[in-house]
C-alpha cells in the first residue's frame, strides 16, 4: 500500500525567500506524480504534474523535481510571496487498473509580508 | 485542463436526512470521475471511482449503499449521503482525469450534520 509523506508540515517564511517542500512514498512504481495547492475551505488547484519517465517540471517560480528510486519529489518555490500561502499536497498516481492518487497530508506554508 | 465544478459548496442537514451533491465537469467529457473525502487536518482519501454507465467502483471501507454514486452523463456524477449522520460531516470533493492524465479537482463541498 503507497503511504506518502510530507515534511515538514508547516513552514513559516518571510516574503522572498525561496523555498523547498519534500514530499516522501513508499512505493516507487507510480504512474506520475501531482503537486496541489489548497486554500482554507477550498478545493485543489494543479500545480504541476510529473510523468514517471521525468525528472523535474517547472511552471513559473514553481519547480518540482522527482527521484522514483528515491521515492522522493521536492517543490521549490521561488522569491515567496504572501499569496503563495496555502497548503501544499502531493499525490502519487498508481495508474493502470489501480489508478488512483494517494495524498500526503499537506504542507502549511505561511509567508510573511 | 478541465474545470470541475461542484454543488453545492457547502450544506447544512439534520441526522437522517440524505443529501446530494453534484460534480460537474464543464468543458471535458469525462467518462471517469472520481470522490475524495477530507476531514479536518487530514489528507484526501479516495472514496470511489465513477464510471460513467455503470457501476462506480468503492474502496474498502466505503459503504456502498451509504454513497450512492451515478454518473449517468459525461459531464456529471452525483454522490448521495443517504442517511446522514455527524460522522459523515467532511470536505467531499469529486475529480476528473484530463487527456495527460492530469487529475483536476472541483471546489469542494462541506457537509455538515447536525
Known amino acids: 500500500k503507497q503511504e506518502v509523506t510530507q515534511i515538514p508540515a508547516a513552514l513559516s517564511v518571510p516574503e522572498g525567500e525561496n523555498l523547498v517542500l519534500n514530499c516522501s512514498f513508499t512505493?516507487?512504481?507510480?504512474?506520475?506524480l501531482q503537486w496541489f495547492r489548497q486554500d482554507p475551505g477550498k478545493g485543489l488547484t494543479s500545480l504541476l504534474l510529473?510523468?514517471?519517465?521525468?525528472r523535474e517540471q517547472t511552471s513559473g517560480r514553481l519547480n518540482a523535481s522527482l527521484d522514483k528510486s528515491s521515492g522522493r519529489s521536492t517543490l521549490y518555490i521561488a522569491a515567496s510571496q504572501p499569496g503563495d500561502s496555502a497548503t501544499y499536497l502531493c499525490?502519487?498516481?498508481?495508474?493502470?487498473?489501480?489508478?488512483?492518487?494517494?495524498f500526503g497530508k499537506g504542507t502549511l506554508l505561511t509567508v510573511n509580508p | 485542463g478541465a474545470v470541475v465544478s461542484q454543488h453545492p459548496s457547502w450544506v447544512i442537514c439534520k441526522s437522517g436526512t440524505s443529501v446530494k451533491i453534484e460534480c460537474r465537469s464543464l468543458d471535458f467529457q469525462a467518462t471517469t470521475m472520481f470522490w475524495y473525502r477530507q476531514f479536518p487536518k487530514q489528507s484526501l482519501m479516495l472514496m470511489a471511482t465513477?464510471?460513467?454507465?455503470?457501476?462506480?467502483?468503492?474502496e474498502q471501507g466505503v459503504e456502498k449503499d451509504k454513497f450512492l454514486i451515478n454518473h449517468a452523463s459525461l459531464t456529471l456524477s452525483t454522490l448521495t449521503v443517504t442517511s446522514a449522520h455527524p460522522e459523515d460531516s467532511s470536505f467531499y470533493i469529486c475529480?476528473?482525469?484530463?487527456?495527460?492524465?492530469?487529475?483536476?479537482f472541483g471546489e469542494g463541498s462541506r457537509l455538515t450534520v447536525l
Open positions: 465513477s464510471n460513467e454507465g455503470s457501476k462506480a467502483t468503492y
Open positions: 510529473i510523468q514517471s519517465s521525468q
Open positions: 475529480s476528473v482525469e484530463g487527456l495527460t492524465g492530469e487529475l483536476f
Open positions: 499525490a502519487s498516481n498508481s495508474g493502470g487498473s489501480n489508478y488512483k492518487l494517494t
Open positions: 512505493d516507487s512504481a507510480i504512474y506520475n
